[in-house]
């Protein structure tokens, strides 16, 4: 399983370590344009395994575009162009070779908005497993819902209503429905965007909890907007800056000691 | 269909689908991945299946209109030399207008093609001959000597018209080498009439007559002209009533109505009528204005008056989105100044909002313009030769009038149908484009 | 006065009563110095006596020429000589009705009996009365309405209150037209089937298989009594309804699914207008591309493979009508698809589902009521559309479920029943009237439940 980091192209800006020991992403010199817009230019990273990392930044500083890079859900978005290599397990996901289909199913996403399928609660956990063909048959896919909901800790609330529908759920229980759909699929990355900003803070500490929980079992890369929230769940931290990656690096020393002006002045609140 | 494995069951064992490896859940996509694959392109052809038969459709539908109907625009003519003889026409020699008006100018016609055919004689055959014409060929010999008394005893050459069977032989409508018998044309009129070609003096012309003319039992005479004016008429009258009406009850509902019981029922009315079938509006003329009201059957008045009720419901409804598209700050703005309501819509939104009204005003008129079910009902489908001349006359629509001649068994009619058809959806088409210029020129993006 | 003559004459007293009220407030202030102390502006006052002025005379008029046939035909009757109004009523009714149409000029006087012609002149003079006597009264109510305003109008006077809430009146008229067309339908079908249904009774319209309206002249010919079991018609319209939904449903749907999902930018751009071509087709072009092409291309098809394919086949007129019907759910469709948020694709992309498995089991899940509110108003279209019926259908009531006999339909009766002479008292009129009652009453239960199921959707996602 191990796959040799791949070589860091030289004249980059980024301040820190880029690369890890045992990376399950291995991004380099990734660029995106929309149309005529260049959103991402040449950022260099590796995500690791078992570890959360978070980007933060400046609005429309390009984290999120890629993040969605990294399960190739960029491919919607009409104009949409991706350059670069972005190697999941040693094996780049831009290659004829990949299928995205199969790419989705190892790198999973939560989004922004809670987006509960309209069907009922079972079926939205019960829907990856279904046309991936994960479960022989009914008592596994039970099996695989139950254990989902479980590790999204949202069984105890839902346990007895199975059959409602996904969206009569509250916006935290929806979001962790999301989660658990997701994990429900056995990805081996999830990647979350702001998956916190629709939500009240009692909510919020309920994700954050199960995403440290996920750490265990998951590499998961969070992008948000709250240095606070980076701070509490995050090992490794990001900072993107107008497309560019500005300085990537242990949480903890990122926010105690930045090595970047720009970082500083982001995190000091000079800007944001 | 939910937990079977209840929970303390669930807790007693690890089962296998749990503690899978990432590699094997791969392996299992995998597998999966080449039915869904090929259910992926099925599902895609389908799609392109349906939009393709959607083009044909359109295509085979136009094609086979313009293929019938676009030779309706040339008629063919003989080339005759008449002389105005003043024993058939004018016998007493007074001039007399009554007497040239009733007088019969079809012999002179008659004579002049015996003329060029000497050798025929007979009754039947010259019979024959005659049939080469139309019997309306006279007619403008008619308007010109009644025009013009001074052509009595002259001689003039004209262009006159011939039957629609000769003019759809012509027009290679009609299959030479069909039987004799199963042709409406006998071998020798064939012969006749390839005899007047060669010669150059029988072919086709523009065919001004079409629209000219109000209708006619033969078809080489019908025209569009008493149509299209009974169609306008009744446009007019339906656009006079249809906007003001459709604007105020927008203005109503969309800026001053209260949120009531009311309101609720009126809008609900509103969008139930939209899809009411026509054919009832058409009951309704019927059963109120002619029948409760008196009002004169086959009167493009009462066809407006239906057609305004029809349409209402569609330009109410185009004029609430135009207005609900007026941002609130402009309302604000106005209403901060210390405008009254009134004024804040009469100044304000409405000014911004009518290139929207105006664009559902078109549509609602193209929609009116193509109505012809409950014209039917109130009796605009009368055999009416005269042009109307005001909204209480007896008067047909465009539609009405394709709808009439359709049923018609002549070949002619077949064309003169297409044909209308084809004036028609070219109104249509020049009314729908300018609702999308006038959109595409005044959307504003707020 | 002839009623042209008399608007004119309102519209201009209007106009004086604008320029009389403006005078006055001005006056009331001492002149243009003095408009500060006006409440409103001087245009106000002016509006505000020309409405009063102009609407009542305006109502009052209308309401007179409403009912003035009516009255002075009833007067012209009650004159005429007793042996002409003893005449059976058929007779008497087509009697007065030459008078009509001598008095509009349809027929000159000199073609008529004499009676006829004295009664047209009678109604003449009475005519040039009335319109003599209305016009004096609508134009003394407007200037009296003049001079009661312009009595009132001081400068504390709210003029403008006044005029906004007359007009808002008047826009409110305007609004409850729609309600008032409503209430004229339902009356005009309900009265006419009521006395339909004293003839024949509710059940044997309802549940009667025989439909021959044509009633015989006389009494022993074959078929006299006229049968009117509405069976066969209600069993033609579904036929030709459900040929037309299995076209436009499956072919309008994928078409919007391809559009929207697959399509190419450009693609969408130029399919979807020439598909929306099709729906401002006239409805009577549509009949005729059935009858001269469709048709005779069903029956040669027809005539290849053995079967007897009928002329006006039921197949012709609802793949026709189908071929309407397609863009009217392909846009609805459309709209609804479109109405699915992103974030719900998104959702099913990033769990790794293919395109058609989104679309499938998410998009169209989750657009399904607003989709089936469509097709349900698409139905309600099939159901209620006249002119491809009328001449691609027959006329003959066959009960029968193949597609390649020819059915009759609802509309198709309603027209042939009122198309070309009609007494107004026949069953066979008020036979088109009932099955107008029934018409109206399906689709609409179909419109309210399909509006009400689009509108439930379009909230859940505003």
Redesign the interface.
């Known amino acids: 399983m191990s796959s040799a980091a791949l070589p860091v192209p030289q004249g980059i800006k980024t301040v820190g370590t880029v690369t890890v020991a045992e990376p399950v992403f291995s991004c380099r010199d990734v660029n995106v344009y929309y149309g005529d817009k260049h959103a991402i230019k040449g950022v260099n990273i590796d995500i690791a395994r078992k570890q959360v990392l978070a980007m933060i930044g400046p609005s429309g500083c390009g984290k999120s575009t890629f993040l969605r890079c990294l399960?190739r859900?960029n491919d919607?978005i009409?104009g949409a162009r991706v350059e670069g290599q972005i190697a999941l397990e040693g094996q780049d996901i831009h290659e004829k070779r990949q299928?995205v289909?199969?790419?989705?199913?190892?790198v999973?996403?939560v989004?922004q908005?809670p987006?509960?399928?309209?069907?009922?609660i079972?079926e939205n956990v019960a829907?990856?497993p279904r046309?991936?063909?994960?479960?022989?048959d009914?008592?596994?896919l039970?099996?695989?819902v139950?254990?989902s909901l479980r590790r999204a800790g949202l069984w105890e609330e839902v346990?007895d209503r199975?059959?409602q529908p996904g969206t009569s759920l509250s916006g935290g229980q929806q979001q962790r429905l999301?989660i658990a759909?997701?994990i429900a699929?056995?990805p081996?990355v999830i990647?979350m965007d702001e998956p916190c900003s629709a939500l009240d803070p009692i909510a919020t500490a309920r994700i954050e909890d199960l995403i440290d929980e996920l750490r265990e079992s998951y590499a998961i890369c969070i992008v948000t907007h709250s240095m606070q929230q980076a701070a509490r769940v995050s090992q490794r931290t990001a900072y993107f800056h107008l497309g560019d990656l500005v300085e990537v690096g242990e949480t903890d020393k990122i926010f105690t000691n930045p090595r970047a002006k720009l970082t500083e002045d982001y995190i000091t609140g000079r800007f944001g | 269909m939910n937990n079977t494995s209840d929970t303390a069951h669930n807790e007693a064992r690890e089962p296998a689908v749990l503690s899978r490896s990432a590699a094997e859940t791969q392996a299992l996509v995998e597998r999966s991945l080449r039915r869904r694959y090929r259910a992926e392109q099925r599902f895609q052809a389908y799609g392109m299946a349906a939009v393709l038969s959607g083009v044909v459709f359109v295509i085979f539908l136009f094609g086979t209109i313009l293929l019938q109907g676009i030779s309706v625009f040339q008629q063919s003519y003989v080339k005759l030399e008449i002389f105005y003889d003043p024993e058939v026409i004018d016998p007493t020699g007074e001039r007399d207008p009554d007497v040239l008006v009733t007088a019969n100018y079809q012999p002179l016609v008659r004579d002049a093609l015996r003329e060029r055919f000497p050798e025929v004689s007979g009754r039947r055959a010259t019979r024959e001959l005659y049939r080469i014409l139309s019997s309306a060929a006279s007619l403008d010999l008619q308007q010109r000597v009644v025009a013009n008394p001074l052509l009595i005893g002259q001689r003039e050459t004209r262009w006159v018209l011939v039957d629609d069977n000769v003019d759809m032989l012509l027009k290679g409508k009609v299959d030479r080498d069909a039987p004799e018998d199963a042709r409406r044309l006998s071998d020798e009129q064939v012969a006749w009439i390839d005899e007047l070609e060669a010669a150059g003096v029988l072919k086709l012309r523009f065919n001004r007559s079409f629209f000219s003319n109000g209708d006619s039992r033969d078809p080489e005479q019908a025209g569009v002209r008493g149509a299209l004016t009974g169609s306008l008429l009744t446009l007019l009258i339906t656009l006079l009533l249809s906007f003001p009406i459709g604007v105020g009850a927008a203005v109503y509902l969309e800026e001053f109505a209260p949120r009531n019981r009311l309101t609720d029922i009126i809008e609900v009315n509103i969008n139930n009528l939209a899809a009411v079938p026509s054919i009832v509006f058409g009951l309704l003329g019927l059963a109120v204005f002619i029948g409760f009201f008196g009002m004169p059957r086959s009167a493009p008045l009462v066809g407006g008056l239906v057609l305004t009720l029809l349409t209402l419901p569609t330009i109410i409804i185009a004029s609430r989105a135009a207005l609900k598209a007026v941002p609130p700050s402009i309302r604000e703005a106005a209403l901060g100044m210390g405008a009254s309501r009134l004024q804040m819509v009469g100044h304000h939104v409405l000014p911004l909002a009518l290139p929207g009204m105006l664009t559902g005003a078109i549509i609602g008129m193209a929609r009116a313009l193509g109505e012809s079910a409950p014209l039917l009902m109130i009796g605009m489908v009368a055999f009416i030769v005269d042009v109307p001349q005001g909204v209480m006359d007896p008067s047909t629509a465009l539609p009405v009038q394709v709808f009439l001649w359709s049923d018609l068994p002549e070949r002619g009619f077949v064309e003169r149908t297409s044909g209308a058809i084809i004036v028609l959806l070219l109104f249509l088409l020049v009314m729908n484009a300018t609702a999308v210029v006038l959109r595409n020129k005044f959307e504003k993006r707020w | 006065m002839t009623p042209s003559v008399l608007l004119l004459a309102i519209v201009a007293l209007s106009l004086i009563a604008f320029q009389v009220g403006r005078a006055r407030a001005l006056a009331s202030v001492g002149g243009l110095r003095g408009v500060r102390n006006l409440h409103s502006l001087p245009g106000h006052y002016g509006l505000l006596t020309a409405l009063w002025c102009g609407i009542p005379a305006l109502l009052l008029a209308l309401i007179w020429w409403s009912a003035q046939d009516q009255v002075l035909i009833n007067l012209v009757a009650a004159e005429l000589p007793a042996d002409l109004r003893n005449l059976d009523p058929a007779s008497f009714s087509l009697f007065l009705n030459d008078v009509r149409n001598v008095v509009a000029g349809n027929i000159p006087a000199d073609q008529v009996s004499t009676e006829t012609a004295g009664a047209a002149s009678h109604y003449l003079r009475l005519r040039t009365i009335s319109q003599w006597s209305i016009a004096v009264m609508a134009l003394s109510a407007g200037v009296i309405a003049l001079l009661i305003v312009r009595s009132r109008i001081r400068p504390e006077f709210r003029a403008r209150n006044r005029v906004e809430r007359l007009i808002e009146g008047l826009l409110f008229l305007c609004s409850t037209l729609a309600v008032l067309t409503t209430i004229g339908i339902v009356l005009s079908v309900v009265f006419e089937s009521i006395r339909f249904f004293n003839i024949v009774p509710l059940t044997d319209f309802l549940f009667g298989t025989q439909w021959s309206p044509q009633m015989a002249i006389r009494a022993d010919q074959v078929g006299s009594s006229g049968a009117f079991g509405a069976v066969p018609l209600f069993a033609g319209t579904l036929l030709i309804s459900a040929i037309a939904m299995c076209v436009a449903v499956p072919i309008g749907l994928f078409s919007a699914i391809y559009l929207a999902e697959y399509a190419p930018y450009k693609l969408r751009g130029i399919v979807k207008p020439l598909l929306e071509v099709l729906a401002g087709v006239p409805t009577v072009v549509y009949g005729f591309f059935a009858v001269t092409t469709i048709g005779p291309l069903l029956r040669g098809w027809g005539v290849e493979l053995g079967l007897d394919v009928s002329g006006e086949s039921a197949l012709a007129a609802g793949l026709v009508m189908g071929i309407m019907i397609i863009p009217f759910v392909s846009s609805l469709a459309d709209d609804m698809i479109t109405a699915v948020p992103q974030s719900l694709r998104d959702g099913a992309y990033a769990l790794g589902a293919t395109r058609s498995e989104t679309i499938r089991q998410v998009v169209l899940r989750a657009a399904l009521p607003g989709i089936v509110g469509g097709v349900l108003l698409a139905i309600s279209r099939a159901i209620g559309e006249t002119m491809i019926v009328v001449m691609a259908a027959g006329l003959a009531a066959n009960l029968t479920a193949n597609p390649l006999e020819a059915v009759t339909t609802v509309t198709v009766q309603i027209v042939t029943l009122l198309v070309g002479d009609q007494e107004f008292d026949s069953p066979k009129t008020l036979a088109a009237f009932a099955l107008g009652l029934m018409l109206f009453l399906v689709t609409l239960l179909l419109n309210v439940i399909a509006l009400y199921v689009v509108r439930k959707y379009r909230e859940q996602y505003e």
């Open positions: 399960n859900m919607t009409l299928d289909v199969q790419l989705r199913a190892r999973g996403m989004f908005k987006n509960p399928f309209p069907k009922s079972y829907y990856g046309i991936h063909g994960l479960a022989a009914r008592g596994e039970d099996d695989i139950n254990s346990k199975l059959n999301c759909r997701t699929v056995n081996e990647l």
